[in-house]
């Protein structure tokens, strides 16, 4: 019986959070793709809901076949003239084709158009984060704190830089300080990197300098990450902390611009691992976002829908990457067929597509190793 219970636990707590995340996420991705695609003129094979044997489907009359297959862990829209769902172009069987039937496939299709409908899955992504963002602020507003430091920690970057109790940070780099979070989100992913800080103290403004330290934190599940830190708190009197609700429109700017944060410290956190400043063990794979789906679902719909929202930008990131098979790596290659005059041969593109298949496999089983060390550990 115990183990029963421990099977319903792992897959009503961790497993359908994942699943219903991922879902929402990669449905709405390829549908990017296929909207744009139909769009274009581009004649759709299959639009599928994970990857290997079909569960289940249909054909509809355009001829698309639209399926749920056995593996819930991606999905792909297949377009006429594919050799796979990668969609790896099938230069032999295009060109076999009769004129009027080569330019309903993707590979016959007009440069711009094919731009237009790989670009459209990742784009997808980003409006699906501002929608379900815009959502939450329309419908249950945003907690905020003014950046009023109520304390400061001894021995912190922010005790070492001069801050006092009471100050209030106005700019950061030049960037206008709205909000406490702000700051915080900042800092995190600026460890030893100087930050050119503006505070108001006693009415007047000063220029300071601070510069955070990498810090071990653990949040309220017991997960450990490190972040920049300065060492400043505020409390509900200090910063004066409240709910600011939003009409649909200030909703939707709210939302685009939390997105784009999310973009720049996506960027932020990279640059810290190509220069050292942050350790690659944080990077995570399909066991730690189904362990994170699990956790937060445990503080309600609205967590788990900013989650989907977070998650839906790094995907539409990680998709954008200049690598073959990802859809930045077809962008690639048509920047380099806009310049050419005529597209890359097909061995350089099969050659390309293999590396880049490689590099993806290879970051997919350092994200899984990751995940299983960190639960082991």
């Not at 976002?289 to 930008?313: D, F, K, N, W």
Request: charge should be neutral; hydrophobic fraction near 50%; charged fraction near 15%.
């Amino acid at each position: 019986m115990i183990v029963i219970a421990d099977f319903f636990s792992t897959l009503f707590g961790y497993v359908l959070p994942f699943l219903v995340v991922i879902s929402l996420i990669v449905f709405v991705h390829e549908m990017g793709h296929y909207l744009v695609g139909r769009w274009s003129g581009i004649k759709i094979l299959a639009f599928s809901f994970g990857f290997g044997p079909e569960l289940v489907g249909f054909t509809d009359k355009h001829g698309t076949r639209w399926k749920i297959s056995a593996i819930p862990l991606g999905g792909y829209v297949r377009f006429y003239g594919d050799a796979d769902a990668a969609s790896s172009p099938d230069f032999d069987g295009v060109s076999a084709l009769p004129e009027s039937e080569r330019n309903k496939t993707f590979l016959g299709a007009a440069l711009w158009k094919r731009a237009a409908t790989v670009a459209a899955g990742p784009i997808a992504n980003f409006i699906l984060a501002i929608v379900i963002l815009a959502g939450i602020f329309m419908a249950y507003g945003k907690y905020v704190a003014d950046p009023v430091v109520s304390d400061v920690k001894p021995a912190s970057a922010a005790a070492e830089a001069g801050i006092l109790k009471g100050d209030v940070l106005l700019t950061m780099d030049g960037e206008t300080v709205e909000t406490f979070d702000d700051v915080r989100r900042y800092v995190s992913v600026r460890p030893g990197l100087p930050i050119s800080l503006t505070i108001r103290r006693n009415g007047q403004e000063l220029p300071l300098t601070i510069t955070p330290k990498l810090t071990e934190i653990t949040d309220n599940f017991g997960n450990k990450m490190e972040i920049g830190v300065i060492g400043v708190l505020t409390t509900r009197d200090a910063g004066n902390m409240r709910t600011v609700t939003y009409s649909p429109l200030g909703a939707v700017k709210e939302g685009v611009r939390e997105t784009w944060g999310i973009v720049t410290g996506t960027f932020d956190y990279l640059s810290n691992l190509v220069t050292g400043r942050m350790s690659a063990d944080q990077l995570g794979g399909p066991i730690r976002v189904a362990q994170t789906s699990g956790q937060v679902a445990t503080l309600g719909v609205v967590a788990l829908l900013h989650l989907a929202a977070v998650l839906s930008v790094s995907i539409g990131l990680l998709n954008l990457m200049p690598v073959p098979v990802l859809d930045g790596g077809h962008l690639l290659f048509y920047a380099i067929e806009a310049l050419r005059g005529k597209p890359l041969g097909e061995a350089a593109q099969g050659v390309a597509f293999r590396i880049g298949m490689a590099l993806v496999l290879s970051l997919m089983v350092f994200a899984t190793w990751n995940d299983i060390t960190s639960l082991i550990g």
